[in-house]
C-alpha cells in the first residue's frame, strides 16, 4: 500500500498528500478489495442455500404443489443473485466443469459428471 504524508497549508486551506497518508488509487484499491471480500462471503452463502433448497425439492417431490413451488422460486431467486454476482466480481466465477450443483436432479441427488 502506497502511503504519502499530509501537509496543509493553514493559510490558504490546500492539502496535498504526503508519504503517510493514502492515494486515492490505493484507497480505491482497498474499497474494492473488500467488495470481492464481501461478495466471496455472499457467494458461499448463497450457494449454501442453493444447494439446501435443491435438497429440499427432492424431499418435497410427492409433498404439497405450493410448498415445491415456493422452493423453487426461491431456487430461481438465489441462482439469479449468484449469476449477478458473477458478472459483478468475474474473478469469482469458477470455471464451468468446476461450477457446484445448485439445481434440483432427479429427486434431489445430483448427477455425476463423467469425462469424455
Known amino acids: 500500500m502506497t502511503y504519502s504524508r499530509s501537509t496543509e497549508d493553514h493559510g490558504r486551506g490546500e492539502h496535498r498528500a504526503t508519504q503517510y497518508e493514502p492515494n486515492d488509487r490505493s484507497a480505491n484499491r482497498m474499497e474494492q478489495d473488500a467488495d470481492l471480500a464481501q461478495a466471496r ?16 425439492i427432492g ?8 410448498v415445491r413451488q415456493e422452493l423453487h ?12 454476482l458473477h458478472r459483478r466480481f468475474p474473478e469469482t466465477a469458477v470455471p464451468q466443469g468446476n461450477r457446484p450443483l445448485t439445481a ?12 469424455g
Not at 424431499?59 to 405450493?66: E, I, S
Request: glycine fraction near 6%; charge should be positive; hydrophobic fraction near 45%.
Open 73 to 84: 422460486a426461491e431456487l430461481s431467486a438465489v441462482r439469479r443473485y449468484i449469476d449477478r
Open 104 to 115: 434440483a436432479h432427479g429427486y434431489g441427488i445430483p448427477a455425476r459428471r463423467t469425462a
Open 41 to 56: 462471503v455472499f457467494l458461499e452463502l448463497l450457494t449454501l442455500r442453493a444447494r439446501t433448497l435443491a435438497r429440499e
Open 59 to 66: 424431499f418435497a417431490h410427492r409433498g404439497d404443489a405450493a
